[in-house]
């Protein structure tokens, strides 16, 4: 029997520093389902990131539940999700966030280690992923020397290379030119078409297109949760298709 790799139960996130709270997110219900490829959507504002940052445990919850492969995730203390996202959860953020300091290579190789991969596993994953995005002859270059979409392609190939569950991505190609737009979602189509669970926030209805299943945000609230049917072909084409 397959389980759900995440799922909320009436989560709610309220921002209270402020003079006024902020509801960010007001009761969501998702389920999602091994291999599903789903795009979040909605205004600036509507709780996008904040949902996707609180599946990842980045943000804490005010109410409700995370579950992550069957686990209760909400209630974990903020190391035991720091262990829950080296093993199970993989990040790419609009902003590249790759580690300066280290190389590309580094950059790839750390999270298959820090997930409990062999030297050697960690380094077939690395050629792997980097060999997918076009990235092998940069590999040895630190992230100040890569153009941003060199960037977002590595911060991709990191988050994936722990082999997560879910890979949660905040609006990925928000900052990428569409060649590299381009390159970013012809890897998350493969990827996802060797099952991965993507979950994605996007403002791009072309980008909305691969995925199975679009979310709309509004207000906190899923607004409406619709699955795309799409003949079974192509989401190769897809890809090849945007511009
Ligand atoms: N750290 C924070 N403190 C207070 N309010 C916040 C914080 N982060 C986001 N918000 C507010 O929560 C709401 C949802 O924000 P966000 O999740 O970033 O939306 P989106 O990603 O859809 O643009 C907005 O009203 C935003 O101003
Ligand atoms: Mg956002």
């Not at 909320?8 to 520093?17: A, E, H, I, M, R």
């Not at 609180?54 to 539940?65: F, I, K, V, Y």
């Not at 580094?106 to 062999?118: C, K, T």
Request: net charge neutral; glycine share 10%; with cysteine.
């Amino acid at each position: 029997m397959t389980h759900a790799v995440l799922k909320t139960v009436n989560l709610v996130k309220v921002y209270s520093g402020g003079a006024v709270p902020v509801h960010a997110v007001r009761g969501v219900d998702l389920v999602v389902e091994p291999g599903e490829f789903i795009a979040v959507m909605g205004p600036s504002g509507s709780g996008k990131s904040t949902l996707v940052h609180m599946l990842g445990g980045l943000d804490a919850r005010t109410s409700g539940e995370i579950w992550v492969d069957g686990k209760r995730a909400d209630t974990l203390s903020e190391s035991a999700w720091a262990l829950l996202r080296r093993k199970k959860i993989g990040f790419v953020f609009q902003f590249f966030n790759l580690v300066a300091n280290m190389t590309v290579t580094d950059n790839v190789e750390l999270p298959a280690l820090l997930g409990g991969a062999s030297p050697r596993v960690a380094r077939e994953r690395r050629e792997h992923l980097l060999g997918a995005l076009n990235l092998t002859d940069r590999a040895d270059a630190s992230p100040a020397q890569l153009s941003g979409g060199e960037q977002q392609r590595v911060a991709l190939a990191r988050a994936l290379a722990n082999e997560p569950s879910v890979l949660l991505a905040d609006e990925p190609t928000g900052n990428l030119d569409s060649r590299n737009t381009r390159d970013v979602l012809r890897l998350l189509s493969k990827v996802h078409k060797d099952g991965q669970t993507i979950i994605m926030v996007t403002h791009d209805a072309r980008v909305a297109g691969l995925a199975d299943r679009v979310i709309c945000l509004l207000d906190g609230e899923i607004v409406d949760d619709g699955r795309i049917a799409r003949r079974r072909t192509g989401t190769a084409g897809a890809v090849i298709d945007l511009r």
